[in-house]
């Protein structure tokens, strides 16, 4: 089970930082990924990071701007979101995926919290 936590109203040009705490599950094991859906959208591909953590891959809308990161010890993912745009305003989804190879596609994912909202105000 995936809880994702930390979501909020933010000013533009603010930061939030989003937490992914698993249970029943060796965290580790799996690829980890970050998604985001606005109202009337499809969900969006936001950032993934390998089992070990030492990779990572940022999507275009938030390179630059967002950083990913994971505690296996602690079993949590994290997002650092900084500069926030309104634009980024959406529900923010952690979903976790039971293999070594990285994708940004959601139906490759098994396992969804569910979801943290994310308000930026301009």
């Known amino acids: 089970q995936l809880q994702a936590s930390g979501g909020g109203l933010v000013q533009a040009g603010g930061s939030l930082r989003l937490s992914c705490a698993a249970s029943?599950?060796?965290?580790?094991?799996?690829?980890l990924a970050w998604f985001r859906q606005a109202p009337g959208k499809e969900r969006e591909f936001v950032a993934t990071i390998s089992g070990s953590g030492r990779g990572t891959y940022i999507g275009d809308s938030a390179e630059g701007r967002f950083t990913i990161s994971r505690d296996n010890a602690k079993n949590t993912m994290y997002l650092q979101m900084t500069r926030l745009k309104p634009e980024d305003t959406a529900v923010y989804y952690c979903?976790?995926?039971?293999?070594?190879?990285?994708?940004?596609?959601?139906?490759?994912?098994?396992?969804w919290g569910q979801g943290t909202q994310v308000t930026v105000s301009s």
């Open positions: 029943g599950r060796t965290l580790s094991r799996y690829v």
């Open positions: 979903a976790a995926r039971e293999s070594m190879m990285p994708t940004t596609r959601p139906d490759d994912f098994a396992y």
